[in-house]
């Protein structure tokens, strides 16, 4: 009994034994990584912390520092901007200035001046369409007198005594190449012009072209400006297709104090806007350790005195609360209808209002929850302001920077004792639960009966196991989607409509007169298809001439490449061997050899010479103006006989290549011309720039030639005349027999 006793109850403990060492070891377990986990979320969460205090803490210290930095710099920014734009606006407005006083001067002193015209040549001619009297397209300024119906004695004087101001007119534009035009209106109806467009057959009647009441003239008499100081006009489209244009006014006064008239200078807004619409981006020197990205993002605009926008990009409008018509804005002008008031954004609004004073200088606003930075400075002589625009992400650029480095050099050694925290943890509990299940193990100490078989089956289950145990049935159910199409009516054809004849007694005279109308109209048809062809044969001839021109050119091109680079080598290593030779022969051959020498130099001048006429490098690289000067430089040199004047007027940058060529080309014609048939010693070349045209005239004093005959036959009259048809442009020759010839050329730049 005692063995049966004992056996039971070692069988007994068995089984709480394994029972203990089931729930308990699988218990343990969870809870150890139930708190392996947590001890790692926490570690976590606690660097993150740290992290996010560590930027808050710079962020808030230096925030402060940075936007005012780049508020500062941005302000200096927009202020030298402003007064790089306002600088140009006083030059010119000085320079109309001085015009009006030295026409003041000239009419004051009529009595002198008025008896001899600086240009003797000059005539005016009455247009019988508008009744003005004008000069001819090649004097150097355009003349025009409107204020009678013929030139009296006094007039004539007038004319001749502002005649006296052309040099200065012209050198305005020198001076200024973002200037227009130059030009003086008189009381009693006198316009002198420059440059000389020829504009009387465009004009309208006298009395509706009557430059006495236009806006420039208007706001400078003595009622509307008793200071008398120069003015400027409210931005227009000009009617001489300079696109926006603003004027700089001066009344001209004699020296008793009466108004005589108004000196102008048109300034084109070409420059300005290209510099606003086409860069967009300032791209201005930055403070060191500043990124490019705070001025890549930035653009600029600019409004009137009245509020008005005169520029600004089309794809900044939405930011601004400023719905326009985008087709419409291809006309520049339209943006002139529009004004920041009108934005449907009331922050936008009350900026528009703010920029107008003159203490404004920076405003924050948001466009779509992104907030954005305005900078203003006005131009105190038109009154107009400048804004320059750049999101405020842009300006905290540089601190986002660092704080990002700043994340980057925390957050590695943060996240290496975290890791190292961890892996301590999990080899800590992992180590005491071994321990726990071993000295639990050494706890069974005997073997189950033999005599005694347990079913495990009778075990009861674990509670964990049972809660595995669970399950979740889900029932599906299927959709059917019945489509019902309606079916499409037929449509049915409309009934015929028969027409019904009315008789009339006059049939026959209808048909008669019906037959003639058609017969009109198919000559009508023929004759337009006849005129359609001509066109069409033209514009072929014209193609194919334009054509030629260019195969010709590119054949030259070759060439002088060709004799450059094969002959010019050739010659050049001819020249050294020759002087070789010299240095190693005798002293009484060393003469020949010198002969030889001066030969091979001559040859490569002519072969430098035929190539520069050909083609010359100059004008490919450097562009027009730098080439002319270089070819009469050269020419001077050779025929110191003929002197050229060139001059150069209203050019900030290069034309097209094609535009540049055929001035060039005309150009080298001419003074071939003048070289082998007029006979000349004196030439006046001007190339003028005039947006959206430049003028070239060339003209000599030699012997002229018969237009009737030579002028139309010539053969390199005609090579120019092809040269300027083919890029749209106009040409006139005139010439008159032992007094010279004169070429004048007008070519769109676009």
């Given amino acids: 009994m005692g063995s049966g006793k004992f056996s039971a109850q070692t069988w007994s403990s068995d089984i709480v034994f394994k029972r203990i060492r089931s729930k308990i070891g699988l218990k343990l377990m969870t809870i150890f990584s139930l708190a392996l986990v947590l001890s790692v979320v926490l570690l976590v969460y606690g660097g993150k912390w740290l992290t996010t205090e560590l930027e808050n803490f710079y962020a808030s210290e230096n925030e402060t520092l940075i936007k005012n930095q780049a508020y500062i710099f941005l302000s200096r920014l927009t202020q030298e901007k402003a007064m790089g734009y306002e600088a140009v606006f006083q030059k010119v407005a000085a320079s109309s200035a001085l015009v009006a006083k030295q026409a003041g001067f000239f009419l004051d002193h009529f009595d002198l001046y008025g008896k001899k015209h600086l240009n003797p040549s000059e005539k005016l001619v009455v247009y019988p369409p508008n009744?003005?009297?004008?000069?001819?397209?090649?004097?150097?300024?355009?003349?025009?007198?409107?204020?009678?119906?013929?030139?009296?004695?006094?007039?004539?004087?007038?004319?001749?005594?502002?005649?006296?101001?052309?040099?200065?007119?012209?050198?305005?534009?020198?001076?200024?190449?973002?200037?227009?035009?130059?030009?003086?209106?008189?009381?009693?109806?006198?316009?002198?012009?420059?440059?000389?467009?020829h504009a009387v057959t465009r004009l309208p009647t006298s009395e509706e072209y009557d430059m006495r009441h236009a806006g420039f003239y208007?706001?400078?008499?003595?009622?509307?400006?008793?200071?008398?100081?120069?003015?400027?006009?409210?931005?227009?489209?000009?009617?001489?297709?300079?696109g926006l244009t603003i004027t700089a006014s001066t009344p001209v006064y004699g020296e008793m104090g009466q108004y005589l008239g108004a000196a102008g200078v048109d300034m084109t807004l070409e420059y300005i806007l290209d510099d606003i619409l086409g860069n967009r981006r300032l791209n201005l020197p930055l403070p060191k350790g500043w990124r490019?990205?705070?001025?890549?993002?930035?653009?600029?605009?600019?409004?009137?005195?009245?509020?008005?926008?005169?520029?600004?990009?089309?794809?900044?409008?939405?930011?601004?609360?400023?719905?326009?018509?985008?087709?419409?804005?291809?006309?520049?002008?339209?943006?002139?209808?529009?004004?920041l008031s009108d934005s449907s954004d009331a922050e936008v609004k009350k900026i528009g209002e703010n920029i107008l004073r003159r203490d404004f200088q920076n405003a924050r606003f948001l466009s779509d929850g992104h907030p954005y930075m305005i900078f203003s400075h006005p131009m105190p002589s038109t009154g107009w302001h400048?804004?320059?625009?750049?999101?405020?992400?842009?300006?905290?650029?540089?601190?986002?920077?660092?704080?990002?480095?700043?994340?980057?050099?925390?957050?590695?050694?943060?996240?290496?004792?975290?890791?190292?925290?961890?892996?301590?943890?999990?080899?800590?509990?992992?180590?005491?639960?071994?321990?726990?299940?071993?000295?639990l193990a050494y706890l069974k100490h005997r073997k189950p009966p033999a005599e005694g078989d347990m079913e495990e089956d009778d075990l009861e289950e674990d509670e964990l196991v049972k809660n595995y145990l669970r399950k979740e049935y889900l029932a599906e159910a299927d959709l059917e989607i019945d489509e019902d199409m309606p079916t499409e009516d037929d449509l049915t054809e409309p009934d015929d409509?028969?027409?019904?004849?009315?008789?009339?007694?006059?049939?026959?005279?209808?048909?008669?007169?019906?037959?003639?109308?058609?017969?009109?109209?198919?000559?009508?048809?023929?004759?337009?298809?006849?005129?359609n062809e001509r066109e069409r044969a033209e514009q072929e001839i014209r193609h194919l001439s334009s054509r030629l021109i260019s195969s010709s050119e590119e054949g030259k091109k070759e060439l002088a490449q060709d004799l450059h680079d094969e002959?010019?080598?050739?010659?050049?290593?001819?020249?050294?061997?020759?002087?070789?030779?010299?240095?190693?022969?005798?002293?009484?051959?060393?003469?020949?050899?010198g002969d030889l020498i001066g030969l091979i130099e001559h040859l490569g001048d002519k072969i430098r010479s035929i190539s520069s006429d050909l083609r010359p490098d100059l004008l490919d690289?450097?562009?027009?103006?730098?080439?002319?000067?270089?070819?009469?430089?050269?020419?001077?040199?050779?025929?110191?006989?003929?002197?050229?004047?060139?001059?150069?007027?209203?050019?900030?940058?290069?034309?097209?290549?094609?535009?540049?060529?055929?001035?060039?080309?005309?150009?080298?014609?001419?003074?071939?011309?003048?070289?082998?048939?007029?006979?000349g010693e004196k030439v006046d070349v001007t190339l003028t720039y005039s947006h959206p045209n430049v003028i070239f005239i060339i003209k000599d004093d030699g012997v002229g030639f018969d237009e009737q005959t030579?002028?139309?036959?010539?053969?390199?009259?005609?090579?120019?005349?092809?040269?300027?048809?083919?890029?749209?442009?106009?040409?006139?020759?005139?010439?008159?027999?032992?007094?010279?010839?004169?070429?004048?050329?007008?070519?769109?730049?676009?």
């Avoid at 706001?219 to 000009?238: F, L, M, Q, S």
């Fill in 292 to 339: 490019r990205d705070l001025t890549d993002n930035l653009f600029s605009f600019i409004i009137d005195h009245t509020g008005r926008i005169i520029a600004f990009p089309s794809e900044y409008l939405k930011i601004f609360g400023l719905e326009m018509d985008m087709d419409k804005l291809v006309n520049a002008g339209v943006v002139l209808e529009y004004r």
């Fill in 621 to 679: 690289d450097l562009g027009l103006v730098p080439t002319l000067e270089w070819y009469i430089k050269e020419f001077s040199e050779k025929r110191q006989d003929i002197h050229i004047d060139f001059q150069t007027v209203g050019f900030r940058k290069r034309l097209a290549s094609e535009i540049e060529l055929v001035i060039y080309r005309i150009f080298q014609e001419s003074v071939n011309n003048i070289v082998k048939h007029a006979k």
């Fill in 567 to 593: 002959f010019g080598q050739t010659l050049a290593a001819l020249h050294m061997n020759a002087e070789t030779l010299q240095k190693s022969i005798p002293e009484q051959q060393k003469e020949e050899i």
């Fill in 386 to 439: 400048l804004g320059v625009v750049t999101p405020e992400s842009v300006i905290l650029a540089s601190l986002e920077g660092t704080l990002d480095a700043l994340n980057s050099s925390i957050r590695e050694p943060i996240l290496g004792f975290v890791l190292a925290t961890g892996l301590f943890l999990f080899s800590l509990i992992t180590m005491t639960l071994a321990i726990s299940i071993r000295q």
């Fill in 710 to 750: 030579k002028g139309k036959d010539g053969i390199g009259l005609l090579g120019m005349r092809e040269r300027v048809v083919a890029v749209n442009g106009h040409i006139e020759i005139r010439s008159v027999i032992n007094k010279g010839t004169t070429i004048r050329v007008e070519i769109p730049v676009n």
């Fill in 131 to 197: 009744g003005i009297f004008s000069n001819d397209s090649f004097g150097v300024t355009m003349v025009m007198y409107w204020g009678g119906a013929a030139i009296s004695p006094e007039i004539k004087e007038e004319l001749n005594a502002l005649s006296h101001t052309d040099p200065l007119l012209m050198e305005v534009q020198k001076s200024h190449p973002e200037c227009a035009a130059s030009y003086i209106v008189t009381e009693s109806g006198i316009r002198r012009y420059f440059p000389n467009t």
């Fill in 497 to 531: 409509v028969s027409e019904t004849v009315f008789p009339n007694p006059y049939d026959n005279v209808i048909k008669i007169l019906q037959r003639l109308n058609d017969i009109e109209k198919e000559r009508s048809v023929d004759l337009q298809k006849e005129i």
């Fill in 218 to 242: 208007s706001i400078v008499k003595p009622e509307n400006n008793p200071a008398r100081k120069t003015v400027w006009t409210n931005v227009y489209r000009d009617d001489a297709r300079h």
